[in-house]
């Protein structure tokens, strides 16, 4: 499995920005994808997670303000992000994992533990000004 993030940068307190990580490798391996974020000197945090079939699960504080997507025919995972603060400022990461047991949460979802998941891509940077 590979992980390709884009989509990130620097933008100004109040804007949107929409992140994209490109997905390769076995369908049955990437059931569960996630985007998390990181802080430097801070641990990986979830943003959200969302399983093959359209099933996600938030960080409650994040939740009005990002959404997640998949498109599991062009094999790309989507984050939009609006009303910016400069305390989304972070590394953001997409994850994936396959279907298997400790994955899940709240039922048939996610989970949003960023230590269980397999796969990881190298990060794109976003910085959020005052």
């Known amino acids: 499995v590979e992980l390709a993030e884009s989509g990130g940068g620097s933008v100004q307190a109040g804007d949107s920005l929409n992140l994209s990580c490109e997905v390769s490798?076995?369908?049955?391996?990437?059931?569960?994808l996630g985007w998390f974020r990181q802080v430097p000197g801070k641990e990986r945090e979830a943003v959200a997670t969302i399983t093959q079939e359209g099933d996600s699960l938030y960080a409650e504080s994040l939740k009005y303000r990002f959404t997640i997507s998949r498109d599991n025919t062009k094999r790309i995972l989507t984050l939009q992000m609006k009303d910016l603060k400069p305390e989304d400022t972070a590394m953001y990461y997409c994850?994936?994992?396959?279907?298997?047991?400790?994955?899940?949460?709240?039922?048939?979802?996610?989970?949003?533990?960023?230590?269980?998941?397999?796969?990881w891509g190298q990060g794109t940077q976003v910085t959020v000004s005052s």
């Open positions: 490798g076995p369908t049955w391996a990437t059931w569960c």
């Open positions: 994850a994936a994992d396959r279907g298997r047991s400790g994955v899940w949460e709240e039922g048939s979802r996610c989970i949003r533990r960023p230590n269980v998941y397999m796969y």
